[in-house]
Every structure is written in C-alpha cells, then in structure tokens.
C-alpha cells in the first residue's frame, strides 16, 4: 500500500518539501489572520506548484458554491476542490 503524505494548514512554504500535497482550511486561514483568501490561493499556488492541493470554498448557496469551484479549478490544474 502506497501512502500519500498531505500537509493541512497556512504554513506551507515550511513543509512543502516533506510532502506530497496541501490541503487547506479556511478555519486556518480566519485563524491565522489571512484576509484576502484570492492572495492566499495564488501565493499559495506559486509555493506548491505541480503537487495537488485542495481549496475550501466559501459560498453558502448551491450557485455561490459551484461559481467558485469552478473559479478555484480555472486557477490550475492541480487543485481540487473542498465543500464543507
């Protein structure tokens, strides 16, 4: 069996290396005083370039939900996207 190791949190840059993807968490993002969630997801993408990595979305309504997956998977191939 083959295990894949995921990094769950905003401090990516420190375990990038030690990883194979990142998922995020936007609890994690409130907590860590991140305002600007579209900064977060691009800065984000320039750190984990082709590993998979997940984004949370945001939106409460069915259409706020599937507007912004779809925003979040035109961003890269290698997101995947989180509905809580």
Avoid: C, H, W
Wanted: glycine residues 6%.
């Amino acid at each position: 069996m083959k295990t894949k190791i995921y990094y769950d949190g905003v401090n990516i840059q420190d375990f990038i290396e030690e990883v194979d993807g990142v998922t995020t968490n936007t609890s994690y993002i409130a907590d860590a005083g991140i305002n600007d969630y579209n900064k977060f997801i691009d800065e984000t993408l320039q750190i984990v370039g082709d590993k998979p990595i997940s984004f949370q979305v945001t939106g409460r309504t069915l259409e706020e939900i599937e507007a912004q997956a779809a925003f979040l998977t035109s961003k890269a191939k290698n997101i995947f996207v989180k509905i809580p």
